[in-house]
């Protein structure tokens, strides 16, 4: 089974997986993880308790806010062939690995692969140019 969590400070996870849902009208279980809430679990906890919840053949995608940061520390430990941990979260990333099919496993090329188009959703509209045809009008 395919797995997928979204991790990050604060509530960017929960908005995530919310749009997500909205948005696919998924299925899928999509656990979100928001660290360092006042009132929220403790992320020490809540990551090896959700890891033993899995089974081992078990296909799981974490997506976290940022390299680096804390909460993408505590997946690090995790990461092997079946556990892929990528950073940067955003919607078109979280759309790509929610809707690609569960056929096939992820890889390491189409994981990147995955990535160099969503890194392509990512434009200074400002400077993009669009041809407006005239017909459109």
């Not at 696919?24 to 360092?36: E, M, P, Q, V």
């Not at 995608?61 to 940061?69: A, E, S």
């Not at 759309?95 to 434009?123: G, H, R, W, Y």
Request: aromatic fraction near 12%; include cysteine.
């Amino acid at each position: 089974m395919r797995r997928f969590i979204f991790a990050s400070h604060h509530k960017l996870a929960y908005g995530l997986k919310d749009t997500v849902n909205f948005l696919t009208n998924s299925t899928k279980d999509i656990y979100d993880i928001n660290a360092y809430l006042d009132d929220g679990e403790n992320i020490d906890e809540i990551v090896p308790q959700l890891f033993q919840s899995f089974e081992p053949e078990d296909e799981v995608i974490v997506l976290t806010d940022m390299m680096g940061g804390s909460v993408y520390q505590k997946f690090y430990p995790y990461m092997n062939d079946k556990v892929h941990v990528l950073c940067g979260m955003n919607l078109p990333m979280a759309l790509s690995f929610i809707l690609a099919s569960e056929e096939i496993p992820f890889t390491s090329d189409s994981i990147q692969s995955i990535l160099n188009d969503c890194k392509n959703q990512m434009v200074y509209v400002n400077n993009f140019s669009v041809q407006v045809d005239e017909d459109d009008e």
